[in-house]
């Protein structure tokens, strides 16, 4: 069977790009080499920036009815409250974190893939790929009943995780390497004295971090840093060893039981050199290793894969050249996810101090910076992936003028009560104006490109035109459309 892009990877990495893809009508396989769901919580967070991308394929209310909204951070130190950070100030259409068990976000990415028309195949992994001329691979994967099948594709796209079986075949080098730390990752129920279940709390104590979020239904995630690691692989914690971390770091009279996952990680940082060689793309956990402590690992997965899918699906439509859209994959996500997990790590390296000047010079810096509302905000805003943007991306059109609002790169932030940008069955540009014939002739011109309807501009007389996942591609005032007309044809001619 012939199909224009081959998943490899059924986890919500690969289902979000497979989902994207067949909105857009592009043919589209996914392959999942195990036969069930994990049964773990595993990822669990959703920040704001991710589940404004979901909103344009409209399944984001569905996240939010079988999730649990976090709106407030709590740090203690010395058993003291000190730090307070708010979510709910974030400027976002989704002011919270959102607390979701991967079993949950598969059932709802599969149920949305399934509606698109898309099946995940199940038990059939991948065994290898060679080349059909330059515009198509033969790839060859187990099926589940026995023997292997030949699937040719113009795209195949690696999601399936740390282990990549895609990108091990292809020996695409793996930088970084471990920071020699050891963390417990827990989720247990907890009774207790009471836990509100809108806030998680961070202990600073002076033998390691704990952190505790709640989940659901009573259940809640312990993280707690235990040191550089001896050299020997982690083992897993046991209940009582939970307790005792819980009862030495934590707040006191809380009793965990009934564990749902125990584990214990190591905290890595690496990355591939290039998410692209050829045809063949990695995303998500394919493509970087990073610790989990700051929840962020679903959401650069994810994020991948919005990058991705638009621009696919316009080459494969044949809008735009592959040279032109495909190569700017690799420097804007390897980008993204760089400064994120350095921030993680800066954070965790924080949290974990033990040295006792070191802690007290943490305690001071940190209760005076968070009393500060502008470097509170920017804290709030890095964390909800708002800030993040493609500052340095090739697909950044020009900006001649000092303009109010996003520039090119920066993510134009959406309205409540307005369709996402991005949303419907083709990728799609946004053009932020007010009706002139100049604009008039832009739409005519570049209907393969951009909405039909015009969007509010932010300021008078100013001209903002948005790619499909609602970063900013070009800015002009009203007089000088021509930047916007030269930037949507330079784009489709290369």
Not at 102 to 118: P, S
Not at 352 to 363: E, F, S, V
Not at 398 to 419: K, L, S
């Amino acid at each position: 069977m012939s199909v224009d892009v081959l998943i490899v990877g059924g986890g919500p990495v690969g289902m979000t790009l497979a989902a994207e893809l067949a909105r857009y009508g592009v043919r589209v396989r996914i392959v999942h080499q195990t036969a069930n769901r994990p049964e773990q919580s595993r990822p669990l967070f959703l920040w704001s920036r991710t589940l404004e991308l979901l909103d344009r394929s409209g399944c984001a209310d569905a996240f939010v009815a079988n999730g649990q909204k976090l709106t407030t951070a709590n740090i203690v130190a010395e058993g003291k409250p000190f730090g307070h950070i708010d979510f709910t100030e974030v400027n976002s259409t989704h002011r919270y974190i959102l607390t979701v068990p991967q079993l949950d976000t598969e059932r709802i990415l599969e149920q949305q893939l399934n509606q698109l028309g898309v099946q995940v195949e199940r038990n059939a992994g991948f065994i290898s790929l060679s080349h059909t001329g330059e515009t198509g691979l033969k790839v060859v994967i187990n099926r589940p009943e026995g023997g292997h099948e030949i699937v040719e594709t113009k795209w195949l796209v690696g999601c399936d995780g740390v282990q990549s079986s895609v990108r091990k075949f292809l020996e695409m080098p793996i930088l970084g390497g471990s920071r020699q730390s050891d963390w417990v990752m827990a989720d247990v129920h907890l009774s207790g004295i009471g836990l509100n279940p809108s806030e998680f709390t961070v202990f600073w104590h002076d033998k390691g971090a704990l952190t505790i979020f709640p989940i659901h239904r009573g259940a809640y995630r312990i993280f707690a840093d235990l040191g550089k690691g001896t050299g020997m692989e982690p083992r897993d914690p046991t209940l009582s060893e939970i307790q005792a971390l819980l009862d030495e770091r934590g707040p006191g009279g809380l009793t965990v039981s009934d564990p749902l996952w125990l584990s214990t990680f190591r905290a890595s940082d690496k990355r591939v050199r290039n998410y692209r060689m050829g045809r063949v793309f990695v995303a998500g956990d394919a493509a970087y290793v990073h610790s989990p402590v700051g929840g962020q690992g679903l959401n650069m997965g994810m994020q991948d894969a919005v990058n991705l899918a638009w621009k696919l699906a316009l080459v494969i439509a044949g809008t735009c050249p592959e040279d032109k859209l495909l190569p700017s994959y690799n420097v804007e996500r390897s980008a993204a996810s760089g400064s994120i997990t350095s921030t993680i790590a800066r954070l965790s390296t924080a949290a974990a101090r033990r040295n006792q000047p070191l802690q007290t010079i943490r305690n001071l810096l940190g209760a005076a910076l968070l009393g500060l509302s502008p470097l509170r905000q920017m804290v709030v805003e890095g964390l909800a992936e708002i800030s993040a943007g493609y500052a340095r991306s090739p697909l950044n059109g020009p900006e001649e003028r000092a303009f109010p609002g996003p520039g090119p790169g920066d993510r134009m932030p959406p309205v409540a009560g307005e369709v996402p940008v991005g949303a419907g069955n083709a990728p799609r540009f946004a053009l932020f104006a007010d009706p002139s014939p100049e604009i008039d002739e832009l739409l005519h011109l570049h209907a393969d490109l951009l909405e039909p309807e015009l969007r509010a501009p932010l300021s008078p007389r100013c001209v903002w035109l948005v790619r499909p996942d609602g970063y900013v591609a070009a800015v002009s005032l009203d007089l000088d459309v021509k930047i916007i007309g030269d930037y949507l044809e330079e784009l489709k001619q290369g």
